[in-house]
């Protein structure tokens, strides 16, 4: 398509209309068409694990150009790589809002028009500036141009005796119109705004008693179909509205409710920001409960997994294949103890993974094997490769009326009850049973493994130096002792533990190296077990080497460079003086079966190619 072409397909005037205009833009421009002339992906809040990616656009009509915020249904015109910059767009549904002075536009449905092309920036466009109001305009956070204004009948056929909330009974509902904010445009900035959403998870009361005083509080998870937002009312709001919002209903919520940043470590939601209710928050039950989604999710399939971070919260759905005993655990913390469940999930992808439920999901559970269960806000460990946890905030559906869930039922009675499954139990295992991830250098440093407790790893390494100095000590040949032995002048060592008089010490290792993978290197203790792997000789060999082949000691080390090995390493904060640093001990070490690594990667190809 030409540029001329293009030129011509664009809805010049359209921004202009949309932020000055909205009472009848939708009749001018329907689905106006603008010009991309920049993608950027936006930096994720701190702390915010497992979160979709946000990006903002600038589109233009030519005449003007305006920033724009993709909401996350959007995102996919990103990730199937079909926005480009200069690619023309047609904007389906919108949400116009100023923040802080400025004209912000969120895209809430786009297609990009592949047929128009992609062309370098067309005409000069400028800056869209807000214009100066008037005291009866609705510009501003309080309002968004483009939405889909909602007729009042649903607020006004319910007995005003039901609004939660100082709102007298004149209330301005009769304005004609009640513009509904989508939730993912809330903000702080954003005020007289008015939400349309489904309660999916209600949370049990819960209290607290501190030195400082007591209280109680419960939250909501709320659904429309941009997005999902945390909301908790405490106290006098905890009594005024939990019996209000029942879980499955649709609200309509306004302010006053405060829009603060979320605290990531209470909500498994993708959300920046979360609601708290005050004493004049309007809540009322929508009498149009159809026109919200039942349930937002982002799945992500069993394999897919083991590349999803350590503690990440994420939506998975699988086959129940299997279901464990009620057990029961005590926290070291508070000694309360705990009731669980685990449960093994499976899926097309050919893998398995472990989920475990707790408290009454665990004790209630009756959901038969075989059944399809979609979960919702799962914290994912590397426990056992991959495993995972249902967060109390998640949910859990048996048998969902959505597409996922239905390939799965025909793929497991068409195939999949027969099929043998994967597991991420990815590397080699210890002597007591437990599973160590394998971790390159490069995650080793950037998860800080031993930071805050004690982490174990498998890590497959070239040596690249091993430290002469100090490789052994004197050690006492009573079994089972090690201890180091202290040379009495006279030709015997003594150890003060046993309190023998050895003629000569065994020599142990004690080793530094210096190992490399393709992300870096790092430094590892060994001790005598790993020495005599490393080295291919006992340290009372190399000693005795050292003090009668002065030549061919240093040869020894050489040859033992540029080994690859698989180590089982142990990652521990260690007190060095008055100065703390991570130690990494191997706890064995093992030469590379590379039949057994061929197997696997062809294992994990033939996946790649399934999938």
Known sequence: MSVAAAQQAITQGALDAIFSDPDHVDQRFPVPILQCLQIKPLAAQQGATGQPERYRVVLSDIHNYVQCMLATQANHVIHDGSLVRGSLVRIKSYQANMVKGKNILIILDLEVATELGAHDRIGEPQAFEPKAQSANATVGGSNFYGAK??????????PMSSRMGGVPNNASNTNGNIVIYPIEALSPYAHKWTIKARVTQKSDIRTWHKASGEGKLFSVNLLDESGEIKATGFNEQCDQYYDLLQEGQVYYISNPCRVSLAKKQFTNLPNDYELTFERDTVIEKAE?????????????????LQSVEKDATVDVIGVLKEVGEVSQITAKSTGKPYDKRELTLVDDSQFSVRLTIWGKNATSFSVQPESIVAFKGVKVSDFGGRSLSLLSSGTMTVDPDIEEA???KGWYDSQGRGDNFNTHNMSMGSATGRQDQTKVISQVKEEALGMDETAYF???????YIKQENFAYPACSTENCNKKVIDQGDGTWRCEKCDIVHARPQYRYIMSVNVNDHTGQLWLSCFDDVGRVIMGMSADQLMDIKENDEDRFPAVFEAANCTKLTFRCRAKMDQYGENQRVRYQVMGATPIDFKAEALKLSDMIKQLSVS
């Open 149 to 158: 204004a909602e007729t009042p009948a649903p607020v006004k056929s319910e």
């Open 288 to 304: 149009d409960q159809t026109s919200v989604p039942q349930v937002r999710f982002a799945f992500v399939n069993i394999q897919e």
């Open 406 to 408: 239905h390939r799965l």
């Open 458 to 464: 498998a890590l497959k390494a070239t040596i690249v």
